[in-house]
């Protein structure tokens, strides 16, 4: 069993459609969690930590569910520059990250 | 901030060679990770240090690998012989504290070994 599983997508959704991503991990010691997005043949970046009271930065909302090992990210309103593969992002002494979820976002 | 700098960008090969890959941590940050990245496997952890010094190598793939750390502010990530099937990209990350901080990632190597 992967230690950080995510479904794969593709996920196609138009202009304004609300989105969620699930993530589920193996490690019940794990840290701290993250969503880290990465654009097209391009390093991941940082988007947002994930808190156990869930956490809003702007039209992404992340959840932290530990006692079923389960993280979720919403995507608000999402835009065509939303289009990326979102990692997530499990650290316990080091960082796991997941296959990542492609979104397309189109017109 | 310059960020974490990777050198070369891109490095063509052929089977057999030796190649290394350079990262430069972001000023300060006292871990620096190696992930390797493929379609198939996604992004693993081959390596990190913490102060300069090994911590876990465990994800090295295996003895054709091998990772240095001299000084704070620079690491090399060595593959001799190389082989096609280390064809991926390889990232470089650091870190100022491991435990409630995300990594800052380079922009990445993109090896071809043919």
């Known amino acids: 069993r992967k230690e950080v599983e995510q479904d794969p997508g593709p996920f196609n959704v138009p202009e304004g459609a609300t989105v969620a991503f699930n993530c589920t991990y193996s490690?019940?010691?794990?840290?701290?969690f993250f969503w880290y997005r990465q654009d097209c043949r391009k390093e991941p970046k940082l988007l947002m930590s994930v808190y156990s009271s869930g956490n809003e930065d702007g039209r992404f909302t992340a959840q932290l569910n530990r006692a079923s090992q389960y993280i979720s990210l919403l995507i608000r309103d999402s835009k065509l520059s939303d289009s990326a593969t979102y990692l997530c992002?499990?650290?316990?002494?080091?960082?796991?990250f997941g296959a990542g979820t492609r979104l397309t976002v189109k017109p | 901030d310059a960020g974490v700098i990777q050198s070369p960008r891109h490095e063509v090969t052929e089977m057999g060679q030796e190649v290394t890959l350079r990262c430069k941590p972001i000023s300060g940050h006292d871990y620096l990770f190696w992930y390797r990245q493929t379609m198939m496997r996604g992004l693993e952890l081959l390596i990190y240090?913490?102060?300069?010094?090994?911590?876990?190598d465990s994800g090295m793939p295996e003895d054709r690998f091998s990772a240095k750390m001299p000084n704070a502010s620079f690491s090399t990530l060595k593959i001799q012989p190389s082989e096609p099937r280390d064809s991926a990209v390889y990232f470089c990350a650091s870190s100022f504290v491991t435990d409630y901080y995300g990594y800052t990632f380079g922009s990445g190597t993109r090896l071809t070994v043919v």
């Open positions: 490690n019940s010691a794990s840290q701290s």
């Open positions: 992002v499990v650290k316990g002494r080091d960082m796991r």
């Open positions: 240090f913490n102060n300069n010094v090994p911590i876990d």
